[in-house]
């Protein structure tokens, strides 16, 4: 059973330095969003089914490979590959050979580089087709309420009992700022209003990007979703760094804490590299680079 939900004062003002994300003008037909962010969450998700496959005897077939794209298997956030860190050419061989049958035929699939191309693809012997594999979105809201940020703390594998921004990956059909604010009713059962993105991260050694967006409360009102064991609201000096869950979730707040202490709040862009040697769970071992600011 859920904990009982906090009811904080209705009186905070925001430390957000008045930004605002506004949308720009068109000519068209203008695009409201609901009153409810979640009332996309209410109905059935949109499932895709694979269409029939004619196959045809493996004499009649073409030996060349069919270039597909596929999302691959499903990580867990970043649950980074054991140190040291592979060079990518090994990470790409690696992630493929985890695919050993066809997702469209079911076919068993080979390992090998596709003429034109420098990595290692999973190639079906029957159809074949080849599965690309692409990166994950994960979104999520950076909330400031009465000078303090709330959070949360994991219920669930990786990470487990470590506190994060509520976050998630992005689901088909919905936009960024839609997931994000998903994410934040399912893992803090609170109510936001987006007010303008903050960062943009990249982890390229998992196959990662993390969008994150600044927002309020709507309701002074939040309690642990399923995924959460706990929620607290944090102020600025006790944000409880080396309790964070992940290596993002501490670049996220330690650029927001600088961006407090400028005056003035700006938008970052930066990718994340675990330092070699170092271990997965080490959520402090990382160097940001190719920082950018607005």
């Known amino acids: 059973m859920l904990k009982a939900i906090q009811v904080l004062s209705s009186s905070s003002s925001s430390r957000l330095f008045g930004c605002r994300w506004k949308p720009l003008a068109t000519s068209g037909p203008a695009i409201s969003l609901s009153a409810n962010p979640l009332s996309h969450h209410s109905t059935t998700a949109p499932r895709f089914k694979s269409s029939s496959l004619s196959l045809r005897p ?99 594998q990786p990470s487990f009992g470590l506190w994060t921004l509520p976050a998630g990956y992005l689901e088909v059909g919905e936009s960024a700022m839609e997931g994000a604010m998903r994410e934040t009713w399912e893992e803090a059962q609170a109510e936001v209003e987006v007010l303008c993105p903050f960062a ?19 309701k002074p009102h939040f309690s642990p979703g399923p995924e959460s064991s706990d929620c607290q609201l944090f102020s600025l000096e006790d944000i409880p760094f080396d309790s964070l869950s992940f290596s993002s979730m501490v670049v996220t707040l330690k650029l927001y804490l600088e961006d407090v202490k400028s005056g003035r709040l700006k938008f970052h862009y930066g990718t994340i590299n675990k330092r070699p040697g170092t271990s997965p769970s080490d959520s402090h071992a990382y160097t940001l680079d190719n920082h950018m600011q607005s």
């Open 58 to 156: 493996v004499s009649d077939r073409s030996s060349e490979p069919v270039r597909v794209y596929s999302t691959g298997s499903d990580p867990k956030m970043e649950a980074a590959p054991s140190p040291p860190s592979p060079s990518p050419t090994a990470l790409s061989a690696a992630s493929s050979r985890k695919i050993n049958f066809c997702q469209w035929c079911g076919g068993a699939t080979k390992h090998e580089v596709p003429d034109g191309e420098e990595k290692t693809r999973a190639i079906c012997t029957l159809c074949g087709k080849i599965a690309y594999q692409n990166p994950k979105m994960v979104v999520g809201c950076l909330i400031e309420h009465d000078n303090k940020i709330l959070l949360c703390k994991r219920n669930i």
């Open 200 to 218: 943009q991260l990249d982890i390229p050694l998992i196959g990662q990007t993390y969008i994150i967006f600044l927002a309020k409360l709507k």
